[in-house]
């Protein structure tokens, strides 16, 4: 049976990682047509060819050369190997009510899902004028405005409050939950 909490494909890193080897081969392809067809590179390329050609291999332009593309091919390996993190978090198991289920009943929360439920607990507090929230499975970062000078107290409380919602939820994992405030005159 599949998990409910799914990884993200990576399927945007993968394909501008393949567009951009392809339009590198299509170059390489269209100049080697080229110097077939005319007998000669393009003038840009001959220019770079005949400097690099110049340079020898111990150079530190070589060495800078090198050193970028073993960098840029670890970056793509560990994209394509290294899973992405959960987008949803999951809820606690739930038995059905009615004897129909063969067992629990999986549940999960996606994270925008989670950062609504934070917002919507911290718009009810008292001194708040604005709420924004993010979320992942293991944290809840939520920002709040108020025309309030000393938010200490306020950010507590709000604390407090989400803290609150979120164990009313059943979550199997209790993420963190940050509270930053911001004053500002509401006029």
């Not at 340079?55 to 050369?65: D, L, M, Q, T, V």
């Not at 107290?153 to 993420?175: G, I, M, Y």
Request: with cysteine.
């Amino acid at each position: 049976m599949k998990s409910l909490r799914r990884r993200p494909t990576r399927a945007t890193a993968s394909i501008i990682a393949a567009l951009v080897l392809l339009a590198i081969g299509v170059l390489l392809t269209w100049m080697g047509i080229h110097k077939l067809a005319t007998g000669q590179w393009w003038p840009q390329v001959s220019s770079a060819a005949d400097s690099a050609s110049s340079a020898a291999w111990n150079s530190p332009w070589g060495w800078a050369a090198a050193a970028v593309a073993a960098v840029l091919g670890l970056i793509l390996l560990l994209c394509a190997f290294l899973p992405g993190g959960f987008n949803a978090a999951a809820l606690g198991q739930q038995q059905e009510a009615n004897g129909h289920s063969r067992g629990p009943i999986d549940a999960v929360v996606n994270n925008r899902g989670l950062a609504t439920l934070a917002s919507a607990a911290a718009a009810q507090v008292d001194g708040v004028a604005g709420v924004k929230s993010t979320a992942t499975p293991k944290a809840v970062s939520v920002r709040i405005t108020t025309p309030l000078r000393s938010t200490e107290e306020l950010q507590n409380q709000v604390r407090a409050v989400v803290e609150e919602r979120l164990a009313s939820a059943d979550l199997d994992r209790f993420p963190k939950v940050r509270v930053s405030a911001q004053s500002k005159d509401v006029s």
